[in-house]
């Protein structure tokens, strides 16, 4: 299994946006909890968003919520999280994780993706 956690532009400004996308090779994520996760330098890995593998529904850390949207598009086999008004602070590394049993146990991801850097900065 491989998850491949991508960013097209990984430097934006205050209050911009960016779109990440973690793609599947060689296996279909449909029914399967996607999440994403991100790590600053010197803190400890942060849970933001998962999304249900078998409703759909998704949540979101007190952090991110109302500024990013996570999101499964099942023809590309593709999840994606949608990052709007991005502050210094979301800075960090960022990585997309799976979980096997379609759950969102942010403590029981299977596999991980490459991280894939975000950088906020002015």
């Known amino acids: 299994l491989m998850l491949a956690a991508g960013v097209w532009g990984g430097l934006v400004q205050p209050g911009g946006s960016l779109r990440l996308s973690c793609a599947a090779s060689g296996f279909r994520l449909d029914g399967y909890g996607m999440a994403w996760f991100r790590q600053a330098p010197g803190k400890e890995r942060e849970g933001l968003s998962c999304?249900?593998?078998?409703?759909?529904?998704?949540d979101y850390a007190d952090s991110v919520k109302g500024r990013f949207t996570i999101s499964r598009d099942k023809a590309k086999n593709t999840v994606y999280l949608q990052m709007n008004s991005l502050k210094p602070e979301d800075t960090a590394v960022y990585y997309c994780?799976?979980?096997?049993?379609?759950?969102?146990?942010?403590?029981?991801?299977?596999?991980w993706g490459k991280g894939t850097q975000v950088t906020v900065s002015s």
């Open positions: 999304i249900d593998g078998s409703d759909g529904i998704a």
């Open positions: 994780a799976i979980d096997l049993r379609g759950w969102c146990d942010y403590s029981g991801m299977d596999y």
